[in-house]
C-alpha cells in the first residue's frame, strides 16, 4: 500500500502499523493480514477485483488489491499470518482503541500461533541467519532434516507461501528495516540480500504497489521490542 503520505509507522517482529494519509497504489499482494480502520472519510480500494469503500478494511494474506482513493488519516495493521490466528486477530483489533500505542498493546497481549512441526522452525531460524546473502532452499532443507520437495509442502500447509515468496517477504522486512534507521536504499538492499537497489524497489512495488524510494518518504519509524 502506499505510505508516501504516512508519517508513523510502528514496526514489530510479526506486525506493523501504520497511522497518515495513504495515497493510491498499484494493485499488489502481500504476505501479510492487513487491517485498515478510517475515523473519518471512507476508504475506496480494489479488493481482489471488487471495488469496495467502507471505513473499515481486511485484506487476506496474498489477496490483489489496490487503494484507489481516501482522503483522511487511517490506521493499518499488517500481521504475520506465521504468527496469528485470524479469527482471535480480528477479533481483538475489533474492541481496541484506535490508537497506535492501543494497538500495539493489543498485538503484544494476543497469543501466537504455534507451528506444528518442529522442521519448519528450524527452516526458519536457517533463513533468517542467511538472509544477507543467498539463501538455499537445499541448505534450508538441510537445517530442517527434509528433502526440498517435503520443505516446499510443509512451507505451503503451515505458512501458507513457498519458500522462495517467503524469503522475499522477509528480504523486505529487513531492507525496510534498514533503510529506516537510515541506511541509504543501496545500503539496505545489501544488507537484505537484495542484487540492488533497483531488485529492493522492484519487489517493493510487488508487494505493496509503491516503489521503495516513495513509500519510505516522511516516514517516521519506531522499532517495536519484542
Known sequence: MAMESFKHLWLGRDYGLIQGTPGPTAPHAHYAYQLMFSQGGPITA???????????????SRMPHAILHTDCEVVTVFAEPSAFDLAPLQAALADSELS????DCTLRQ??????EDARVERALLALDQQLSGKVSAHALAQAAHVSLSQLERLFAIQLGLPVRRLVLWRRLRVALGLALGGSTLTEAAHGAGFADSAHFSRTMKQLFGVTAGASLRNLQLTPLLP
Open 100 to 103: 497506535l500505542e492501543a494497538l
Open 110 to 115: 494476543l497469543p501466537r500461533r504455534a507451528l
Open 46 to 60: 480494489s479488493l481482489d477485483g471488487r471495488v469496495t469503500t467502507a471505513h473499515h478494511l481486511f485484506i487476506p
